[in-house]
């Protein structure tokens, strides 16, 4: 039943104060029916919250279950999961920024929303498309048209897809329904219209440009297009142009804010070590790499994948907007930065230890609130996942 079924409300309510207090799962609410909770924009009212979170100083842990999060003690009260390969796995593929929410979306699920209110209230919504959803892999998180969207695929690596085609192949995050809806992005009209071509990616390159790949299961070569503007046809480009477009990025192509922050963090990552950055870009929901060795430079050790996001905040008070960024180690040490007005401010970023197999894989902000994702896992695959929500 999760953790809002029998006894779940109850526990919630005793947890020292740190969530706030409801009798039972809301159901769906039309946009125009009834009150939103305290704290929280009468414009989030497409739906009810699936709970409504008071962060502290003291982490709340939550676990990926096949309808909705689940809270947990901590990672190791997490279910004994078997390990799947990541394709098939439930795990939080990142974030983006929708006016002042926080929008991740889940493998094999759906939606997860972060909205925050007054007073540090945080409400959690989840939008799932069960069973369907289950079927297929989610490719990146973006934003088309200012709306959370993500391009749904068969991935065929680790064993041969048993569902038809996904149609439409993207669904978005729209408000007014409870479920995700079929987005038609006329850039994908480039891709050959023959029997069993599918798209399988589309990533924001380091040129700013769009780039999406299509195959149709190793019949043929895969095509590779780029474009300016996902509601229009792309280019043809090569395959060598399309992985040269998410190679890392030097530090000095950062903005200024996040390249002192990724030097921060990349000066603790440790000897012997490559590490590289994947810093989600908020408004754009847009991926880019970087990292201080240059791609072919031949230096060799282990690659560290840190997880970043950067993005723009406004105070309210009718203060200029300032710049924000959060760089994090798989292991929970990281760097939070701002740039207001001109100065640049950092600090470090400590979070709390996970138990062995266990990593950090993304990071974002909800107003007040931190929400750092976490994964169990073994080489390519994937047992148990969630989030961790604290108090910045």
């Known amino acids: 039943m999760g953790f809002l079924g029998k006894f779940g409300w109850a526990l919630l309510a005793v947890m020292a104060g740190q969530l706030y207090y409801s009798c039972s799962k809301p159901p769906p609410l039309p946009a125009e029916a009834g009150v939103p909770p305290d704290g929280i924009s009468a414009s989030t009212r497409w739906m009810a919250p699936l709970v409504i979170l008071k962060p502290g100083e003291k982490p709340l842990w939550f676990e990926l279950g096949r309808e909705e999060p689940e809270l947990v003690d901590s990672p190791d009260d997490a279910s004994l999961k078997p390990f799947e390969p990541w394709p098939l796995a439930r795990w939080i593929t990142g974030f983006l920024t929708q006016e002042d929410r926080l929008v991740g979306a889940v493998n094999r699920s759906g939606f997860l929303v972060f909205i925050p209110g007054e007073g540090g209230a945080l409400a959690l919504y989840s939008v799932t498309d069960l069973p369907d959803w289950e079927n297929y892999t989610a490719a990146s998180l973006f934003l088309y048209q200012k709306i959370p969207a993500v391009l749904l695929y068969r991935n065929d690596f680790f064993e041969e897809p048993q569902a038809p085609p996904p149609d439409p192949p993207v669904r978005g995050l729209v408000m007014g329904s409870s479920k995700p809806v079929g987005l038609d992005l006329p850039a994908l009209g480039s891709l050959p219209s023959g029997e069993g071509w599918e798209a399988d990616a589309i990533r924001l390159g380091k040129d700013g440009y769009w780039y999406y790949r299509g195959g149709n299961r190793g019949r043929d070569k895969p095509v590779y297009f780029r474009s300016p ?128 197999k266990f990593s950090y894989t993304g990071i974002g902000l909800a107003g007040s609130a931190l929400i750092a994702l976490w994964e169990e896992r073994e080489d390519l695959h994937v047992g148990a996942a969630g989030f961790m929500v604290i108090n910045k």
């Open 229 to 356: 503007d996902l509601a229009g046809p792309g280019e043809p480009v090569s395959a060598a142009s399309f992985r040269s477009a998410y190679e890392p990025s030097p530090l000095g192509e950062a903005p200024a804010l996040l390249g002192r922050i990724l030097e921060e963090a990349f000066s603790v990552s440790g000897p012997g070590t490559i590490p590289v950055a994947a810093i989600t870009f908020a408004e754009s929901g847009g991926i880019r790499y970087f990292s201080q060795t240059p791609p072919g430079a031949g230096e060799t050790g282990e690659l560290v994948e840190l997880s970043g996001y950067y993005g723009t905040g406004d105070t309210g008070e009718g203060s200029p907007a300032y710049s924000y960024g959060l760089v994090l180690s798989p292991g929970g040490k990281g760097v939070y930065g701002t740039l207001r007005e001109g100065a640049i401010e950092t600090e470090a970023l400590i979070l709390p230890s996970l138990p062995e």
